[in-house]
């Protein structure tokens, strides 16, 4: 099984997305093994978007982000990355497909509600930035067995 970080954005946060992506994730089959509400401090979000650090946007990014609390989760499930990028849609909110999270309630490639990693390797950095080994459940659902064909 594999692991992804998701993260709602402070505008996912105040536009009362939050359980709606939740449930999302959930009916796709994802497994929800961490969690966690809180407004980043500095130094996590640079670490997370250490690659735009010379990107024009870096600035207004880190702003945005530091705004106000955003919901860290961790997912679990076959190819969960890919599975939930796919899921999120497109980075601007404009071109993401229709029935994606960004597609269906974002607008601004600035405010594009939440984030997911692109990547297994950016997945296993990620969840080191927010969550410590401890503070991620392991456990069966209860419909995994008809969830997956083997
Ligand atoms: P994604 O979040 O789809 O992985 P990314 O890693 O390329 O996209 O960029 C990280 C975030 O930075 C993205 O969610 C929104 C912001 N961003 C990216 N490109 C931008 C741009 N051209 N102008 C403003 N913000 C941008
Ligand atoms: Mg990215």
Same mark, same amino acid.
């Given at each position: 099984?594999?692991?992804?970080?998701?993260?709602?954005?402070?505008?996912?946060?105040?536009?009362?997305?939050?359980?709606?992506?939740?449930?999302?994730?959930?009916?796709?089959?994802?497994?929800?093994?961490?969690?966690? *509400?809180?407004?980043?401090?500095?130094? @996590? =979000?640079?670490?997370?978007?250490?690659?735009?650090?010379?990107?024009? *946007?870096?600035?207004?990014?880190?702003?945005?982000?530091?705004?106000?609390?955003? *919901?860290?989760?961790?997912?679990?499930? @076959?190819?969960? =990355?890919?599975?939930?990028?796919?899921?999120?849609?497109?980075?601007?909110?404009?071109?993401?497909?229709?029935?994606?999270?960004?597609?269906?309630?974002?607008?601004?490639?600035?405010?594009? =509600?939440? &984030?997911?990693?692109?990547?297994?390797?950016?997945?296993?950095?990620?969840?080191?930035? &927010? *969550?410590?080994?401890?503070?991620?459940?392991?456990?069966?659902?209860?419909?995994?067995? =008809?969830?997956?064909?083997?």
């Amino acid at each position: 099984m594999d692991r992804t970080f998701v993260m709602v954005k402070p505008d996912g946060v105040q536009r009362g997305l939050v359980g709606e992506i939740i449930s999302r994730l959930e009916k796709k089959g994802l497994k929800l093994v961490a969690a966690r *509400f809180e407004k980043l401090p500095e130094p @996590r =979000v640079t670490d997370q978007y250490r690659e735009h650090l010379s990107k024009p *946007f870096f600035p207004s990014l880190k702003q945005y982000i530091m705004g106000g609390p955003v *919901f860290l989760m961790v997912w679990e499930g @076959r190819n969960a =990355v890919s599975v939930a990028r796919k899921t999120i849609g497109a980075t601007n909110p404009q071109e993401a497909a229709t029935g994606t999270i960004r597609g269906d309630y974002g607008l601004d490639i600035g405010r594009n =509600v939440i &984030h997911g990693s692109d990547s297994p390797e950016s997945a296993a950095r990620e969840i080191g930035i &927010h *969550f410590k080994p401890i503070e991620i459940s392991t456990y069966t659902r209860i419909d995994e067995s =008809v969830l997956y064909e083997y």
